[in-house]
């Protein structure tokens, strides 16, 4: 049995696993739009810079201060001075000189004030004018009380009298006001805490006073006092816990939080000593470590590599310990608040080692225990394990940590979940970057991270990864080049805002250099396009800086690359350089972008095709100057060559041609609406019954239609109004609900068909109106129509805004007085004109005296209920344009049915319908930038043998094998067993018009002219109905199943020569049912009272599909690059009725007609010479060909609607074999593509089924009676593609299914 299962699953996956898919490609799968951008928080909305710092010491060198007890020894140290080496006087200015240093290293430009052992004024002097001067920006408040007492519960700290005989309180009150804000405190005291909390209480008391003081505001005068400063924007750290003493260690400095804070390397080297670890670097002392060589800001020395660990580590913690806002507010606004929290975390941890808690506000999580610690304390080992042969002038030996975080993060990268916690690693990758040794590495790990996702590289703009590779621009080295490039696409794909960055810094050049070096591969060249791309989005400076640096000369140079990304993104970058720029457009015509642009338009993948019509629409784009003769050519060669994509397979290329095509149509609206006028008019005067054309739909949801009156002048009823009278304007309104919904589609399809059908045609090229724009709008026309709904919608609403202008606002030509016709006149077209013909009038739209239209005419309101319609107008005696006779029997003011303000005619005039305002988009472009945000490394998640997605499809292939195992006995007995067993019938919705079973599923699909329905045949129920989306006068002919053996999709197509693609059809599907994509296959169907509408034939093992029917060619597509290849002439005069083709080489084509011939066709061949063979021995319509896959007497089975079945060998010129059925009217006819059996269904309610040798296996027939089957005149047969089911629809709507099994009870 498991052999057996075996030799199933390898034969599925031969069969399964190297089939094709269609239709499953990412514009298929997912919506054509942008990924949903995030407010990103990394960049600060305001840098920050400490400006001023006082540096307040009252420590009364020599005298204690009276609550302090101090141990003997005690520490003493002050800034590591010895206060009692000297005299106080100068220990005191020794002191304060050190701590401006220490100071200074962390911010050298800041200006330092020194106050020591201050009084009251002197303090409140210097913190007044410190605040004047720095104004808005940060002033830093530095408080030693090592020499006076403890602050107070009161919250008052203590400073000296001029004496210096007493201890004066200083409020904490009073020093918020002087200080105000932004600034920053520092506390080194004991019991610092206090300080802290009455600070807190003392801001919240002063903004509770602000309040009232601004709701007083309103009521008091100028003259009163200010609002109080507010002191929110405060940052203050204390040495210690409102309860604690500074430890008093004689081997530690008395102002240990102040070390930490300034010195904070020397401290950790002297507090490493302290610990037991030290032991395990035997030789190192207090007085050694003291020794260590080097610089702190040489990072290639010991102090200097320690220094830049130390920031890593630190930055580390922080950054994985607080919440983003907060790390972004104290570790990246302010360089010297920055240094001073990484030093605090170190004061954190060795004061806690002393039992002293220091706290900061805004508060922070614990960090003194963070496991990051651990690899500070294991570089300190490192290096000083080398300090004895450092100072005996031993080289020194890097330390390797950098290269161990660096595997930390790799390991992170390549055995991590999907659901982890970020990685801790990220803040020293950024600190790598700085080394020019673990650069390539880094850079290499960054850009694999950065793939994760946007999330991801949210984090690395957070972490401040950003100035960094910004500088990294700079640097000539060629193999970093792929890094850079990838790493900034990734976040310029996240964060488009940095483009101005880039500009600023000239960062650009850099990538016009990649992508203008020939030897960096295609798809770091695409990159640097699609970076290139960004910068110039929507931003002149970028533009100007792109122009400049000869993006168009290069991009055009590389358009026919092989790589077919590239040449999307190049078409792309183009596309956004010249848009609202005269400048790179004219550049663009020199270089004659436009025609290289074109070549594009035929490419092979529909995203290329897409966006060189994105291309060419900006191209033609209106531009800030006006347009000269050269510029109008240009526009008008580009659209004529647009409008050959109309016909293309994929509908986002359409799409953009709606989008390209606007561009030219609202610079030219004008002659736009002239020729929309014309149509309208020619198609009610074809018309018999003089039908008012709909011309489109307001706002408001009214249909405004063009009526003619009777002696060709144009008329207009009231909306709504009873009485059909004819006025003076151009157009009738009604109310018509939804603009697109109800009566948009009718009014569209009917501009389309009348176009199309040449009904307008003649007379347009009669009157001139054979050019561009008449071309350009048939175009749209068609587009209105298009069965893809996002391509109609967008259509429609430049046809019907173009169709107002035309009813509304333009002047009809036909009653204009030649007098009176304006001077001015169109450019000329490029298309050939007959000189003697009469001048094509395109002027602007008639002056206010010549045309008059009321308001309640262009925004109808409809009636109230209970109220009179308005009196019908009478007719105007006088031709339009001429006189306005009814002038003066009118007002011209009234009110509209008597409701509401006056409107005035006057007022009327000023309306002006454009397309200008029109937003006709698509969100391609940013579907395109979407792929760079996602991951691109990575593979496809279908390709992980471990993911959800590949056990599916392994599990549908195993249910597959299992499938065709199951139905192999009913195969080998179908040539010999009856088949009429009736295991199904129930009555459809409609009359089936085709048939098809689900390969591995209970399911039968069945079409009807109105739409689809699924059947679980095995249930007897109906599961899923949905209708098709093209006009209510087109119907369903045909359908098929694509992608069976896989998550299969529906193919549809009607009598208009669309082709839908539906997923989601089955039951078993969450969401409803989706149309993937439409196009029309076939365009110009001839009309017929007995046509075939469109006939299909899908070929799963190639993608291709043959499409025919009320035709006279045979059309064929690539329905995986979406394209058409070829179109084979039938040679014949009659309509193609079914079509087959062969699945080893896909070159020979069959093709049944409705004159009874059945003709072969060699696609290698030229399209003339294509028809190698013509059989014509059936007498009437070829209900269906059928090629056989396996060997036989005749390859190629045909029946007619006479009855006789027909074999043939397509080596010979006429048939092998003939079987007649007992019947006359053939109507259906259906081969098992497995089994050798057929069926023929009879109009006269009789289904046969015969074996390949002729003989009759069964015989259907309707039989009375209670239990006798009732089938009613064949309408469909199909058969099961495994089992030997056999489905029958009829002309009664009866679906029945049958077997040669029983159906199980």
């Given at each position: 049995?498991?052999?057996?299962?075996?030799?199933?699953?390898?034969?599925?996956?031969?069969?399964?696993?190297?089939?094709?898919?269609a239709?499953?490609?990412?514009?298929?799968?997912e919506?054509?739009?942008?990924?949903?951008?995030?407010?990103?928080?990394?960049?600060?909305?305001?840098r920050?810079?400490?400006v001023?710092?006082?540096?307040?010491?009252?420590?009364?060198?020599?005298?204690?201060?009276?609550?302090?007890?101090?141990?003997?020894?005690?520490?003493?140290?002050?800034?590591?001075?010895?206060?009692?080496?000297?005299?106080?006087?100068?220990?005191?200015?020794?002191?304060?000189?050190?701590?401006q240093?220490?100071y200074?290293?962390?911010?050298?430009?800041?200006?330092y004030?020194?106050c020591?052992?201050?009084?009251v004024?002197?303090?409140?002097?210097?913190?007044?004018?410190?605040?004047?001067?720095?104004?808005?920006?940060?002033?830093?408040?530095?408080?030693?009380?090592?020499?006076?007492?403890r602050p107070?519960?009161?919250g008052?700290?203590?400073?000296?009298?001029?004496?210096?005989?007493?201890?004066?309180?200083l409020?904490?009150?009073?020093?918020?006001s002087?200080?105000?804000?932004?600034?920053?405190?520092?506390?080194?005291?004991?019991?610092?805490?206090?300080?802290?909390?009455?600070?807190?209480?003392?801001?919240?008391?002063?903004?509770?006073?602000?309040e009232?003081?601004?709701?007083?505001?309103?009521?008091?005068?100028?003259?009163?006092?200010?609002?109080?400063p507010?002191?929110?924007?405060?940052?203050?750290?204390?040495?210690?816990?409102?309860?604690?003493?500074?430890?008093m260690?004689p081997?530690?400095?008395?102002?240990?939080?102040?070390a930490?804070?300034?010195?904070?390397i020397?401290?950790?080297?002297?507090?490493?000593?302290?610990?037991?670890?030290?032991?395990?670097?035997?030789?190192?002392?207090?007085?050694?470590?003291?020794k260590?060589?080097?610089?702190?800001n040489?990072?290639?020395?010991?102090?200097?590599?320690l220094?830049w660990?130390?920031?890593?580590?630190?930055?580390?913690?922080?950054?994985?310990?607080?919440?983003?806002?907060?790390?972004?507010?104290?570790?990246?606004?302010?360089?010297l608040?920055?240094?001073?929290?990484?030093?605090?975390?170190?004061?954190?941890?060795?004061?806690?080692?002393?039992?002293?808690?220091p706290?900061?506000?805004?508060?922070?999580?614990?960090t003194?225990?963070?496991?990051?610690?651990?690899?500070?304390?294991?570089?300190?080992?490192?290096?000083?394990?080398?300090?004895?042969?450092?100072?005996?002038?031993?080289?020194?030996?890097?330390?390797?940590?950098?290269a161990?975080?660096?595997?930390?993060?790799?390991?992170w990268?390549?055995?991590?979940?999907?659901k982890?916690?970020?990685p801790?690693?990220?803040?020293?990758?950024?600190?790598?970057?700085?080394?020019?040794?673990?650069?390539?590495?880094?850079?290499?790990?960054l850009?694999?991270?950065?793939?994760?996702?946007?999330?991801?590289?949210?984090?690395?703009?957070?972490?401040g990864?950003?100035?960094?590779?910004?500088?990294?621009?700079?640097?000539?080295?060629?193999?970093?080049?792929?890094?850079?490039?990838?790493?900034w696409?990734?976040?310029?794909?996240?964060?488009?805002?940095?483009?101005?960055?880039?500009?600023?810094?000239?960062?650009?050049?850099?990538?016009?250099?990649?992508?203008?070096?020939?030897?960096?591969?295609?798809?770091?060249?695409?990159?640097?396009?699609?970076?290139?791309?960004?910068?110039?989005e929507?931003?002149?400076?970028?533009?100007?800086?792109?122009?400049?640096?000869?993006v168009?000369?290069?991009?055009?140079?590389?358009?026919h690359?092989?790589?077919?990304?590239?040449?999307?993104?190049?078409?792309?970058?183009l596309?956004?350089?010249?848009t609202?720029?005269?400048?790179?457009?004219?550049?663009?015509?020199?270089?004659?972008?436009?025609?290289?642009?074109?070549?594009?338009?035929?490419d092979?993948?529909?995203?290329v095709?897409?966006?060189?019509?994105?291309?060419?629409?900006?191209?033609?784009?209106?531009?800030?100057?006006?347009r000269?003769?050269?510029?109008?050519?240009?526009?008008?060669?580009?659209?004529?060559?647009?409008?050959?994509?109309?016909?293309?397979?994929s509908?986002?290329?359409?799409?953009?041609?709606?989008?390209?095509?606007?561009?030219?149509?609202?610079?030219?609206?004008?002659?736009?609406?002239?020729?929309?006028?014309?149509?309208?008019?020619?198609?009610?005067?074809?018309?018999?019954n003089?039908?008012?054309v709909?011309?489109?739909?307001?706002?408001?949801?009214?249909?405004?239609?063009?009526?003619?009156?009777a002696n060709?002048?144009v008329?207009?009823?009231p909306?709504?109004?009873?009485?059909?009278?004819?006025?003076?304007?151009?157009?009738?309104?009604s109310?018509?609900?939804?603009?697109?919904?109800?009566?948009?589609p009718?009014?569209f399809?009917?501009?389309?068909?009348?176009?199309?059908?040449?009904?307008?045609?003649?007379?347009?090229l009669?009157?001139?109106?054979?050019?561009?724009?008449?071309?350009?709008?048939?175009?749209?026309?068609?587009l209105?129509?298009?069965?893809?709904?996002?391509?109609?919608?967008?259509a429609?609403?430049?046809?019907?805004?173009?169709?107002?202008?035309?009813?509304?606002?333009?002047?009809?030509?036909?009653?204009?007085?030649?007098?009176r016709?304006?001077?001015?006149?169109?450019?000329?077209?490029?298309?050939?004109?007959?000189?003697?013909?009469?001048?094509?009038?395109?002027?602007?739209?008639?002056p206010?005296?010549?045309?008059?239209?009321?308001?309640?005419?262009?925004?109808p309101?409809?009636?109230?209920?209970?109220?009179q319609?308005?009196?019908?107008?009478?007719?105007?005696?006088?031709?339009?344009?001429?006189?306005?006779?009814?002038?003066?029997?009118?007002?011209?003011s009234?009110?509209?049915f008597?409701?509401?303000?006056?409107?005035t005619?006057?007022?009327?005039?000023?309306?002006?319908?454009?397309?200008?305002?029109?937003?006709?988009?698509?969100?391609?472009?940013?579907?395109?930038?979407k792929?760079?945000?996602?991951?691109?490394?990575?593979?496809?998640?279908e390709?992980?043998?471990?993911?959800?997605?590949?056990?599916?499809?392994?599990?549908?292939?195993?249910?597959?094998?299992?499938?065709?195992?199951?139905?192999?006995?009913?195969l080998?007995?179908?040539?010999?067993?009856?088949?009429?067993?009736q295991?199904?019938?129930?009555?459809n919705?409609?009359?089936?018009?085709?048939?098809?079973?689900?390969?591995?599923?209970?399911?039968?699909?069945?079409?009807?002219?109105?739409?689809?329905?699924?059947?679980?045949?095995?249930?007897?129920?109906?599961?899923?109905?949905?209708?098709?989306?093209?006009?209510?006068?087109t119907?369903?002919?045909?359908?098929?199943?694509?992608?069976s053996?896989?998550i299969?999709?529906?193919?549809?197509?009607?009598?208009?020569?669309?082709?839908?693609?539906?997923?989601?059809?089955?039951?078993?599907?969450?969401?409803?049912?989706?149309?993937?994509?439409?196009?029309?296959?076939?365009?110009?169907?001839?009309?017929?009272?007995?046509?075939?509408?469109l006939?299909l034939?899908?070929?799963?093992?190639?993608?291709?599909?043959?499409?025919?029917?009320?035709?006279?060619?045979?059309?064929?597509?690539?329905?995986?690059?979406?394209?058409?290849?070829?179109?084979?002439?039938?040679?014949?005069?009659?309509?193609?009725?079914?079509?087959?083709?062969?699945?080893?080489?896909?070159?020979?084509?069959?093709?049944?007609?409705?004159?009874?011939?059945?003709?072969?066709?060699?696609r290698?061949?030229?399209?003339?010479d294509?028809?190698?063979?013509?059989?014509?021995?059936h007498?009437?319509?070829?209900?269906n060909?059928?090629?056989?896959?396996?060997?036989?007497?005749?390859?190629?089975?045909?029946?007619?609607?006479?009855g006789?079945?027909?074999?043939?060998?397509?080596?010979?010129?006429?048939?092998?074999?003939?079987?007649?059925?007992?019947?006359?009217?053939l109507?259906?006819?259906?081969?098992?593509p497995?089994?050798?059996?057929?069926?023929?269904?009879?109009?006269?309610?009789?289904?046969?089924?015969?074996?390949?040798?002729?003989?009759?296996?069964?015989?259907?027939?309707?039989?009375?009676?209670?239990?006798?089957?009732?089938?009613?005149?064949?309408?469909?047969?199909?058969?099961?593609?495994?089992?030997?089911?056999?489905?029958?629809?009829?002309?009664?709507?009866?679906?029945?299914?049958?077997?040669?099994?029983?159906?199980?009870?």
């Amino acid at each position: 049995m498991m052999e057996d299962l075996t030799a199933d699953v390898e034969e599925s996956d031969l069969q399964d696993w190297q089939l094709p898919l269609a239709f499953m490609k990412k514009r298929h799968t997912e919506r054509i739009e942008g990924s949903k951008t995030e407010t990103h928080t990394w960049r600060m909305k305001e840098r920050m810079k400490t400006v001023s710092v006082a540096l307040v010491m009252c420590l009364n060198v020599g005298v204690d201060p009276p609550d302090v007890v101090k141990t003997s020894p005690c520490a003493k140290l002050e800034c590591w001075i010895d206060p009692l080496s000297t005299s106080p006087q100068k220990a005191l200015e020794a002191i304060g000189n050190n701590l401006q240093k220490q100071y200074e290293r962390w911010q050298p430009r800041a200006r330092y004030k020194l106050c020591l052992d201050p009084t009251v004024e002197e303090v409140k002097k210097l913190c007044t004018s410190l605040r004047r001067n720095a104004k808005e920006e940060r002033v830093l408040f530095h408080y030693n009380g090592h020499g006076v007492p403890r602050p107070t519960t009161n919250g008052e700290i203590w400073v000296f009298n001029k004496s210096y005989t007493q201890y004066i309180p200083l409020s904490v009150y009073d020093l918020q006001s002087w200080m105000g804000s932004p600034s920053i405190f520092v506390y080194d005291c004991s019991n610092a805490g206090l300080i802290l909390e009455s600070f807190e209480q003392f801001a919240l008391q002063k903004e509770q006073e602000r309040e009232l003081a601004s709701m007083n505001s309103h009521t008091l005068s100028r003259s009163q006092a200010p609002l109080p400063p507010s002191a929110k924007n405060c940052i203050q750290l204390a040495s210690c816990g409102p309860s604690e003493q500074l430890p008093m260690n004689p081997s530690l400095p008395a102002d240990l939080f102040t070390a930490c804070l300034s010195t904070p390397i020397k401290i950790a080297l002297r507090w490493f000593c302290f610990q037991k670890s030290s032991e395990l670097v035997p030789g190192v002392t207090l007085e050694l470590v003291d020794k260590l060589p080097g610089r702190l800001n040489d990072r290639r020395t010991p102090l200097g590599e320690l220094n830049w660990i130390f920031t890593a580590v630190t930055d580390t913690i922080a950054w994985n310990v607080l919440p983003r806002e907060l790390f972004q507010k104290l570790f990246r606004q302010d360089l010297l608040v920055a240094s001073l929290y990484r030093n605090f975390l170190l004061a954190e941890r060795i004061m806690r080692s002393f039992n002293c808690k220091p706290l900061s506000s805004p508060r922070l999580p614990p960090t003194y225990q963070h496991t990051m610690w651990q690899a500070w304390d294991l570089a300190l080992d490192v290096c000083l394990a080398q300090l004895p042969g450092l100072l005996k002038g031993e080289e020194y030996v890097h330390s390797p940590f950098f290269a161990e975080q660096l595997t930390a993060f790799q390991v992170w990268l390549t055995m991590g979940s999907k659901k982890r916690e970020p990685p801790e690693q990220l803040p020293i990758v950024l600190q790598v970057l700085l080394s020019q040794v673990h650069r390539l590495r880094a850079l290499d790990l960054l850009g694999r991270f950065l793939d994760l996702g946007p999330w991801a590289v949210s984090l690395a703009l957070s972490v401040g990864i950003f100035p960094y590779v910004l500088k990294l621009l700079q640097s000539s080295a060629r193999e970093l080049r792929p890094l850079l490039v990838f790493i900034w696409a990734k976040i310029l794909a996240v964060d488009r805002s940095c483009k101005a960055d880039l500009v600023k810094d000239n960062g650009h050049k850099y990538f016009l250099s990649v992508l203008a070096d020939p030897y960096m591969p295609a798809e770091h060249r695409t990159m640097a396009a699609f970076v290139l791309a960004m910068i110039v989005e929507d931003y002149q400076n970028g533009q100007e800086a792109a122009l400049q640096g000869n993006v168009i000369a290069i991009c055009l140079e590389q358009l026919h690359d092989q790589h077919p990304l590239l040449r999307q993104w190049l078409a792309l970058c183009l596309a956004r350089v010249w848009t609202s720029f005269d400048s790179a457009r004219w550049c663009g015509v020199r270089d004659s972008a436009h025609e290289k642009l074109y070549q594009l338009l035929s490419d092979q993948l529909p995203e290329v095709r897409a966006s060189a019509v994105i291309a060419l629409g900006t191209f033609i784009g209106t531009g800030t100057t006006e347009r000269t003769d050269h510029a109008i050519n240009i526009d008008h060669n580009v659209g004529m060559t647009l409008i050959n994509v109309v016909q293309d397979g994929s509908f986002i290329v359409r799409e953009q041609l709606v989008v390209a095509l606007y561009q030219l149509i609202k610079q030219f609206e004008t002659q736009f609406a002239s020729i929309a006028r014309q149509i309208l008019e020619e198609d009610q005067r074809a018309d018999d019954n003089m039908t008012p054309v709909g011309a489109g739909i307001t706002t408001g949801g009214w249909m405004v239609v063009h009526d003619l009156g009777a002696n060709g002048q144009v008329s207009r009823s009231p909306g709504n109004s009873s009485s059909g009278s004819s006025g003076s304007n151009g157009f009738t309104s009604s109310g018509s609900g939804d603009a697109f919904s109800g009566n948009g589609p009718v009014l569209f399809e009917r501009g389309r068909r009348s176009v199309t059908a040449g009904i307008s045609q003649s007379n347009l090229l009669k009157s001139s109106y054979s050019n561009v724009y008449v071309q350009i709008w048939k175009t749209m026309l068609t587009l209105a129509s298009d069965p893809m709904p996002c391509v109609k919608r967008l259509a429609q609403q430049l046809v019907n805004q173009i169709n107002l202008k035309a009813t509304v606002m333009a002047k009809p030509q036909h009653v204009l007085d030649a007098t009176r016709r304006p001077s001015t006149s169109a450019p000329n077209s490029p298309s050939t004109r007959n000189d003697n013909a009469l001048p094509l009038n395109l002027s602007d739209s008639p002056p206010p005296t010549t045309l008059n239209i009321p308001n309640e005419i262009v925004k109808p309101v409809p009636i109230r209920p209970g109220e009179q319609p308005p009196p019908a107008r009478p007719q105007n005696p006088g031709p339009i344009g001429v006189a306005f006779s009814h002038s003066q029997n009118f007002s011209r003011s009234r009110k509209i049915f008597d409701k509401g303000p006056s409107i005035t005619y006057g007022e009327a005039d000023a309306v002006n319908i454009t397309t200008k305002d029109l937003n006709i988009s698509s969100k391609f472009t940013d579907w395109c930038c979407k792929y760079f945000a996602q991951s691109v490394m990575r593979a496809p998640e279908e390709m992980d043998p471990y993911s959800t997605l590949h056990q599916e499809r392994e599990w549908r292939f195993l249910r597959n094998a299992m499938g065709r195992k199951a139905a192999r006995e009913q195969l080998h007995r179908a040539a010999t067993c009856r088949l009429d067993d009736q295991i199904f019938i129930n009555k459809n919705q409609g009359i089936p018009i085709a048939l098809r079973f689900q390969h591995f599923s209970p399911h039968i699909i069945v079409a009807d002219k109105e739409g689809v329905c699924v059947w679980n045949w095995k249930n007897g129920e109906r599961v899923n109905t949905f209708s098709h989306l093209n006009h209510k006068d087109t119907k369903l002919t045909s359908m098929d199943i694509l992608n069976s053996h896989d998550i299969s999709l529906l193919m549809t197509g009607s009598d208009d020569g669309a082709v839908q693609i539906w997923r989601n059809y089955l039951p078993n599907n969450e969401s409803g049912v989706e149309l993937v994509s439409s196009w029309h296959a076939l365009s110009d169907m001839l009309p017929s009272v007995k046509g075939a509408g469109l006939v299909l034939d899908w070929e799963q093992e190639s993608g291709m599909l043959l499409a025919s029917g009320d035709v006279r060619i045979i059309r064929v597509w690539d329905t995986q690059r979406e394209i058409r290849l070829q179109d084979i002439p039938t040679g014949a005069d009659s309509c193609v009725t079914s079509l087959a083709c062969d699945n080893v080489g896909r070159s020979l084509l069959i093709a049944g007609l409705g004159d009874g011939s059945v003709r072969l066709y060699d696609r290698r061949l030229a399209p003339t010479d294509s028809r190698v063979l013509t059989l014509r021995e059936h007498n009437s319509w070829v209900v269906n060909v059928h090629l056989q896959k396996g060997s036989g007497d005749g390859k190629i089975i045909s029946a007619s609607v006479n009855g006789d079945v027909r074999f043939w060998d397509p080596r010979f010129s006429e048939s092998v074999k003939l079987i007649q059925p007992s019947f006359n009217t053939l109507t259906a006819m259906a081969v098992h593509p497995q089994a050798n059996i057929f069926a023929c269904g009879s109009a006269n309610q009789l289904i046969s089924v015969f074996n390949m040798s002729g003989d009759t296996l069964s015989n259907i027939k309707y039989y009375e009676g209670f239990i006798g089957q009732r089938i009613g005149p064949v309408s469909c047969l199909a058969f099961h593609p495994l089992k030997t089911h056999l489905a029958s629809g009829s002309r009664d709507s009866f679906l029945s299914i049958y077997s040669t099994e029983k159906k199980g009870r």
